[in-house]
């Protein structure tokens, strides 16, 4: 078999794929207050593309998908597209990035399919007036339902906590206390310029040392190992079920081990997140390449992912980074 193996040595294994730009929140870290000019539906892969096209991934040794959109639980008859994705025989992991506003009904559907192993839950805060604020949409009680129906289900829950300088830093420590008790991940991410707009004027740095001194002036840690590939520096906090981690997204120190590619919801292949694409698959796809010729243009573009996302985001042609990361994928 085929690997997809880039111009470092480093094999591509993982692909985050956007189901839909479309959301029902309007968070201001991924979007202006209006939203996003979405796309026409006919631009969006079609879940039979979509199939295809991991299909192909996975005949080149991926062997993990994550679903992302804008929310993917919007997209009509996503949990069908899981079942779909299911019969994949060379396909070992899918997981899901929500924002959970929508899931709750579906849990147990997602814990029958043997596949889906963990959902990312997106939550920046446990105030009800400040997620209203954060996310300017009022569903605080409908998300943390769904917080608490997936830590009781048998699906892994990750906490997304995106760290907003000037709205959520005083509540980091909570979101901590939550893993005394609760065997779940707690994931801190650096705040990123993918909002619409551009890098906003922050009133401090929150990165990856700032949040680790905000959690270890309360906490005793100890840091947990992890995989090479691995987005977060994990740590548990003495006395706790769960564990808390650290993604450095917009510092970037975990770029070197690197292994996986994107595909937005329009089929646009980025092999960073801070790229601004390289090929789109969807009209190749539409223009008649067969699964061979996929293949060997997989092969082909993998060998331009960059060094870093400093060196991607250097290489841009479309200017500073502005996109919404619910039309990149989240």
Same mark, same amino acid.
């Given at each position: 078999?085929?690997?997809?193996?880039?111009?470092?040595?480093?094999?591509?294994?993982?692909?985050?794929?956007?189901?839909?730009?479309?959301?029902?929140?309007r968070c201001q870290y991924c979007m202006p207050a209006k939203g996003i000019d979405i796309v026409p539906?006919?631009?969006?892969?079609?879940?039979?593309?979509?199939?295809?096209?991991?299909?192909?991934?996975?005949?080149?040794?991926?062997?993990?998908?994550?679903?992302?959109?804008?929310?993917?639980?919007?997209?009509?008859?996503?949990?069908?597209?899981?079942?779909?994705?299911?019969?994949?025989?060379?396909?070992?992991?899918?997981?899901?990035?929500?924002?959970?506003?929508?899931?709750?009904?579906?849990?147990?559907?997602?814990?029958?399919?043997?596949?889906?192993?963990?959902?990312?839950?997106?939550?920046?805060?446990?105030?009800?007036?400040?997620?209203?604020?954060?996310?300017?949409?009022?569903?605080?009680?409908?998300?943390?339902?769904?917080?608490?129906?997936?830590?009781?289900?048998?699906?892994? @829950?990750? !906490?997304?906590? #995106?760290? /907003?300088?000037?709205? *959520?830093?005083? =509540?980091?420590?909570?979101?901590?206390?939550?893993?005394?008790?609760?065997?779940?991940?707690?994931?801190?991410?650096?705040?990123?310029?993918?909002?619409?707009?551009?890098?906003?004027?922050?009133?401090?740095?929150?990165?990856?040392?700032?949040?680790?001194?905000?959690?270890?002036?309360?906490?005793?840690?100890?840091?947990?190992?992890?995989?090479?590939?691995?987005?977060?520096?994990?740590?548990?906090?003495?006395?706790?079920?769960?564990?808390?981690?650290?993604?450095?997204?917009?510092?970037?120190?975990?770029?070197?081990?690197?292994?996986?590619?994107?595909?937005?919801?329009?089929?646009?292949?980025?092999?960073?997140?801070?790229?601004?694409?390289?090929?789109?698959?969807?009209?190749?796809?539409?223009?008649?390449?067969?699964?061979?010729?996929?293949?060997? @243009?997989? !092969?082909?573009? #993998?060998? /331009?992912?960059?060094? *870093?996302?400093? =060196?991607?985001?250097?290489?841009?042609?479309?200017?500073?980074?502005?996109?919404?990361?619910?039309?990149?994928?989240?």
């Amino acid at each position: 078999m085929q690997k997809l193996v880039d111009n470092f040595g480093r094999q591509i294994n993982y692909v985050r794929l956007a189901v839909t730009d479309r959301c029902n929140l309007r968070c201001q870290y991924c979007m202006p207050a209006k939203g996003i000019d979405i796309v026409p539906r006919k631009e969006l892969l079609t879940y039979k593309e979509m199939y295809r096209i991991i299909r192909v991934l996975t005949e080149l040794g991926v062997q993990k998908v994550r679903l992302t959109g804008g929310e993917p639980f919007v997209r009509k008859d996503f949990v069908q597209f899981l079942e779909m994705l299911s019969f994949n025989d060379l396909l070992e992991t899918i997981n899901i990035t929500t924002n959970g506003a929508l899931i709750a009904k579906h849990i147990p559907t997602l814990e029958k399919l043997s596949k889906i192993k963990s959902i990312n839950l997106s939550i920046d805060s446990l105030q009800s007036e400040k997620f209203h604020t954060i996310t300017r949409r009022d569903v605080y009680k409908e998300v943390f339902e769904s917080f608490e129906l997936l830590e009781q289900s048998s699906l892994d @829950l990750k !906490l997304n906590v #995106v760290v /907003q300088s000037g709205f *959520n830093t005083d =509540e980091i420590n909570d979101f901590v206390r939550l893993t005394r008790d609760k065997a779940i991940a707690v994931r801190f991410i650096e705040e990123m310029p993918f909002n619409g707009k551009g890098q906003r004027s922050l009133e401090e740095a929150w990165n990856f040392q700032r949040i680790l001194n905000e959690i270890s002036s309360e906490f005793s840690l100890t840091k947990l190992p992890g995989a090479p590939s691995e987005t977060s520096r994990n740590y548990r906090a003495a006395n706790h079920l769960g564990t808390v981690g650290i993604i450095p997204a917009f510092t970037r120190t975990i770029c070197n081990d690197c292994n996986r590619i994107r595909l937005t919801s329009t089929g646009l292949l980025k092999n960073c997140l801070f790229d601004d694409g390289v090929f789109n698959i969807r009209d190749f796809i539409r223009e008649g390449a067969s699964n061979d010729d996929l293949k060997q @243009l997989f !092969l082909q573009l #993998v060998k /331009q992912k960059p060094k *870093n996302g400093f =060196e991607a985001e250097q290489n841009r042609k479309r200017g500073s980074v502005s996109e919404s990361m619910s039309t990149i994928g989240g």
